[in-house]
Structures are given as structure tokens and as C-alpha cells.
């Protein structure tokens, strides 16, 4: 079992930025490539990034690539989302995840935690 907390959310005014943390503990955090999601309301879950076991491989989806960054700290458990840039439309809930498989696709992950919210002003 792998537990998962993220923080960092708030509230943000435009071309503003946050960074999300997402502390884990349990099985080896190292074994586990990592991805953030978010979820708008009325709106289905999206990926947003996601990082490698080594933290040497990373993607993102088109609409936030240029302005977040993932990357990890396998001694700490943690994986950091970066964003910078922010715009109205990214406000959402934002959850980390852990998956044995290097995918894009939620239904891949196994472990999720709360989600923390982000909300950007205009």
C-alpha cells in the first residue's frame, strides 16, 4: 500500500505561480513512476505530468508544457508539481498518483491521494 498527500493549493491570480508537493509513505516510493492529474468541475479527469522511476524521464500534457515542471526527490517521497505561468482555465483539483506502468492513463495508476485545489483568479 502506498499512501499519498499532496499540498501546496491555493488561490492564485493569473500568470502566478504555485508549486504542489506530494509527500508518499509505505511501499519504496522509488519503485513508483509518478503523475499529477487534475479535474475541473463538471469536467473529467485529464493528465497533466508525469515522471519517471529515476526522475530522468518526463511528459506533459500540451496544454501545460513550457510553463509546469514535475520532478521527484526519491530520498524525500515526494513529487513536486512547478507551475508557473498559471491561467483561469487551470484551476481544478490536482492529484498526485503512483503507477508501476510509465503511462498517461489514470485508469493505469494504482494509488491516488486527496487532491489538493488550485483556483486562479483573472
Known amino acids: 500500500q502506498v499512501q499519498l498527500v499532496e499540498s501546496g493549493g491555493g488561490l492564485v491570480q493569473a500568470g502566478g505561480s504555485l508549486r504542489l508537493s506530494c509527500t508518499t509513505s509505505?511501499?519504496?516510493?522509488?519503485?513508483?513512476?509518478m503523475g499529477w492529474f487534475r479535474q475541473a468541475p463538471g469536467k473529467e479527469r485529464e493528465f497533466v505530468a508525469l515522471?519517471?522511476?529515476?526522475?530522468?524521464?518526463?511528459l506533459y500534457a500540451d496544454s501545460v508544457k513550457g510553463r509546469f515542471t514535475i520532478s521527484r526527490d526519491n530520498a524525500k517521497n515526494t513529487v513536486y508539481l512547478q507551475m508557473s505561468s498559471l491561467k483561469p482555465e487551470d484551476t481544478a483539483d490536482y492529484y498526485c498518483?503512483?503507477?508501476?506502468?510509465?503511462?498517461?492513463?489514470?485508469?493505469?495508476?494504482?494509488?491516488w491521494g486527496q487532491g489538493t485545489q488550485v483556483t486562479v483568479s483573472s
Open positions: 498518483a503512483a503507477t508501476r506502468i510509465y503511462s498517461t492513463s489514470g485508469s493505469d495508476y494504482d494509488y
Open positions: 509505505g511501499r519504496t516510493f522509488s519503485n513508483y513512476a
Open positions: 515522471i519517471s522511476l529515476s526522475g530522468a524521464g518526463t
